[in-house]
Each structure stands twice: as C-alpha cells, then as structure tokens.
C-alpha cells in the first residue's frame, strides 16, 4: 500500500513497474516492487549473494543474484509511508542506472542473444544471394543487400564475441555463479582452436579473392562482375580475423 504523497504518480505508475518488469523478464525474479527498502535474509543467503554495489543498484543487484543462486525469496506486503526528509532520488538519472546495471548483468540478452541472430541472418542472407537473385516485390535483391547480409554478419560476430567476454569477466570476478553455457563453451573451446578456426576462415577468403584474380587476370583484366564472391571473401577474412584475435 502506497499512502497519497509516498511516492511521485510516475514512480508509481510508471518506473518502478516498468523496471521492475524488465528485471522479471530477464532474470526470471517475478517481484511486483524490486525497489522496496525493506529486506530481510539470514547470513547464509547473504554470503550466496555477494553483494558488491555500493549505490542504489544494491537493492537490484540482492534479487539478481537471489535469483541466479536459486535462493527461496517471497513478498509480504507493507504500507509505503511519506518520507520525512528530502528525497535523493533522480528520476531519469536513477532510472538509467537501474536499467544499465540490469543489462550489464545479463550479457546473455543483451549481447549473445541479438548478436547470434544478427549472425544468422547475415550468414542466411549472403548464402541466399550468393547462388542467385531472389526477388522481393518483383524487385530482385543485389549486391546492396549481400552488403547488409555482411553487416549483419560482422556484427553478430563482434556482438556475440563481446557477450562472451562479459560472461567470462563476470564469472572470473564472481559477480554471478557458474554457467553451464560457458563452462561448457571452454571445454570444447581454446585458444588453440581458436586460431585455427580463425586461420582457416581468413585463410579461406584470402584464396577466394587469389581465384578471382586469376578469373581477372584470364579475362585480360577487364571488368570483372563478381562482386558477391568478393564480399563473401571479405566477411570470411575479417570474422577470421576476429576469431583469432
């Protein structure tokens, strides 16, 4: 119960329920006020939680990680009373901190998720336009739209490498308990395979544009229509490149 005066109309209406619902749906909490003060847990489940916040994202950051160490949590209802002091709260400001902590805390949705389907569908989109010229609307889609299927595709490497790093920085530093993804990623993934991954992509670009020299050079080095090869080869490079990295 919010008494009238306890909380500004677009706290109570608007920020707190949305924020509130964002930390729901990505981290599975399923708390109707994730800013209430009012808290109460034994030493134990406070040693699990490992709290390290020094601001107002502590009270976030208690049901982040109750929730990812699987810890039992419930709510009881209080009554919300006026404050008596002035209030340090900034609306805006306060509110980008509590959404950017909850991104930085879930790299999976905010990096591998988007990351892997701007890969896919780059991957899908170059394969589609390199063996022919699909059409849309009775236009048929060209060398523009293999240039965004390698945008796409760059991207969701780069994206997806930076979600990666975000898990792993977070479990090394134990902001968050293991994860069965990652755990499982580096057993099948090192640094060794990593280079040769990486090689054998660049290195597969790097003899796609040696053979259109050649089919360059036999032509008398005239014009030579074989950008979707190109742009292909490029993709394969850099992405290999970046795996290597």
């Known amino acids: 119960q919010i008494l009238p005066g306890a909380m500004p109309w677009t706290h109570q209406h608007i920020g707190n329920p949305a924020l509130s619902s964002i930390l729901n749906a990505l981290f599975k909490s399923g708390f ?71 991104l930085l805390y879930s790299p999976t949705a905010l990096f591998l998720v988007p990351g892997l389907l701007a890969f896919g569908l780059g991957v899908a989109l170059m394969a589609l336009l390199l063996f022919g010229s699909p059409t849309i609307g009775g236009h048929p889609r060209g060398n ?22 975000a898990k792993t920085y977070s479990l090394a530093e134990r902001i968050e308990p293991e ?42 080095f005239g014009q030579l229509f074989r950008e979707r090869p190109a742009v292909v080869a490029l993709v394969a490079i850099v992405i290999g490149v970046q795996i290597i990295a």
Not at 147 to 160: D, E, K, S
Request: charged share 20%; proline share 2%; with cysteine.
């Open 179 to 220: 994860d069965a993804l990652v755990a499982r990623f580096y057993r099948h993934f090192n640094l060794e395979k990593g280079l040769l991954i990486g090689g054998a992509l660049a290195t597969a670009g790097v003899l796609i544009y040696v053979y259109l020299f050649a089919v360059w050079a036999r032509s008398g």
């Open 32 to 102: 109707s006020d994730s800013y209430c003060g009012m808290r109460a847990f034994t030493r134990e489940a406070y040693q699990r939680i490992q709290p390290r916040s020094a601001g107002m994202e502590f009270a976030l950051e208690m049901i982040i990680n109750a929730s990812k160490a699987g810890l039992r949590c419930s709510e009881i209802p209080i009554v919300y009373h006026p404050r008596l002091g002035e209030s340090k709260l900034r609306t805006l400001k306060d509110g980008w901190r509590s959404l950017r902590f909850m």
């Open 144 to 165: 523009h739209s293999m240039l965004v299927g390698a945008l796409l595709a760059i991207l969701g490497v780069q994206v997806l490498a930076t979600g990666l790093l």
